[in-house]
């Protein structure tokens, strides 16, 4: 009998045995290329020694020390770690056990932060459709996937949304691309204007967007605009670095690529690369003296929040992204990756866009090339495409919905930053059998 509630309760999972690398094996002793990190979780692939020693030598000292009475060491040396690598003005971290929780965080830490300053009346959200910012119901309410949304909609709290920035889908044929950024961006300032600007707290937005529309970046000079619209009205910019952060788009954190700053940033998934359950929630300086001039307490808090072996893994992780010379690995490997998807699908009838930065990639799977129509929803192609890969010995990360959160078909690819050429190459080849079996 097995009482472990799986996700779906008609496609049991195998059973994973070991790690190796770019590799996971199951009970069987099957191979499985980790093409996609999990959910661009495992930036160190797996069986990294320098990590599990780290979490074994905390364990040895310290396991768990509630943060209502005790800081530890790791945690202020991974706080440290993190804020003499991030963009200014980002002056303290809140650790927490995933990016759900940070954006949580991340939430609540904007509106409290009016409340300081004594703007009670800023209390609404503006965030984009076909983005993912989580599965709690804040972070639910935040984002724009609609397939996740459906099911809780009556639980969720009133959040706008405006279109994502989105060349392939909604760039028009007579603009340029930095026209373009900059019509997207205004979309904010008319919400604003729409909504009330004494009313508005926050603008909340994926960098790089992942599991949602796959590895879209913005068009250059959006978010240049974006800081202005949010200086402008005095809101706060927060921005989600759960999946793309951590040097997985190729800089440790992905805004540094935008030429701007944010006032909160969230980390997740590549801060403990799959080691420890761990997040964070980075905040101005600004935003951290109003809370400690102000009530001097952030209302919130989890149990496991800044655990020592949770913190002692993303010290091991990070220092290993910056020691490594794993970002510029990342540059170098993303470049091969985009050759060979490029080689390899560019012409493809069936793949309409290929799109990413670093080892954060997609391919957007279409019916008609030049019209851009997705495949009709019932065929269910990127299910098709996920299982037929995962039988080929390739773990990926497809998703539906690309267009509008019904139709559309992508797949989003995350290996870990050790990966190969040669792994590269064999990702491509079972890329190719997935999309033969999927579309055939």
Known sequence: ????????????PPTVASGEGCYLID?????????????????????????????????????????????????????????????????????????????????????QYFIEIGQPERYKLI???????????????????????????????????????????????????????????????????RLGPETVMAFFAEPVVGATIGAVPAAAGYYRRIREICDKYGILLILDEVMCGMGRTGSLFAVEQEDIAPDIVTIAKGLGGGYQPIGAMLCSREIYEAVEAGSGLFQHGHTYIGH???????????SAILERGLIGRVQEMGEVLNDVLHERFGQ?????????????????????????????????????????????????????????????????????????????????????VALKAATG
Not at 153 to 165: A, F, N
Not at 308 to 318: D, E, I, L, R
Not at 365 to 384: G, M, N, S, Y
Request: proline share 5%.
């Open 348 to 432: 493809h009838p069936f793949i309409g866009d290929i799109r990413g930065r670093g080892l954060f990639r997609a391919l957007e799977i279409v019916e008609d090339r030049e019209t851009k129509t997705p495949f009709d929803t019932v065929l269910t192609v990127h299910a098709k495409f996920k299982k037929a890969a995962f039988e080929a010995g390739l773990i990926c990360y497809p998703a539906g919905g690309t267009l509008d959160g019904q139709r559309g078909d992508h797949v989003l690819l995350a290996p870990p930053f050790i990966v190969e050429p040669e792994q590269i190459e064999e990702m491509s080849d079972k890329l190719d």
């Open 127 to 193: 965030a984009r459709q076909q983005s993912y910012h989580g599965n709690t119901l804040a972070t639910l309410s935040a984002g724009g996937n609609v397939w996740r949304r459906k099911p809780y909609e009556p639980l969720l709290t009133d959040v706008s949304h405006i279109d994502p920035c989105f060349v392939y889908r909604h760039q028009r044929d007579d603009e340029t691309e930095q026209e373009y950024a900059v019509r997207a961006a205004n979309a904010l300032e008319a919400e604003i204007e």
């Open 1 to 12: 009998m097995n009482h472990v509630f799986p996700r779906h309760t008609r496609n049991l």
């Open 308 to 318: 020592p072996a949770a913190v002692a893994a993303g010290h091991a992780v990070v």
């Open 27 to 111: 009970a069987d002793g099957k191979r499985y290329l980790d093409g996609s990190g999990g959910a661009a979780v495992s930036c160190l692939g797996h069986g990294d020694r320098d990590v599990t020693e780290a979490i074994k030598q905390q364990l040895d000292t310290i396991a768990f020390a509630h943060t209502g009475f005790f800081t530890s060491e790791p945690a202020e040396a991974l706080a440290d770690l993190l804020i003499a690598n991030a963009p200014e003005p980002i002056d303290r971290v809140y650790f927490v056990s995933g990016g759900s929780e940070a954006n949580e965080a991340a939430i609540k830490l904007a509106r």
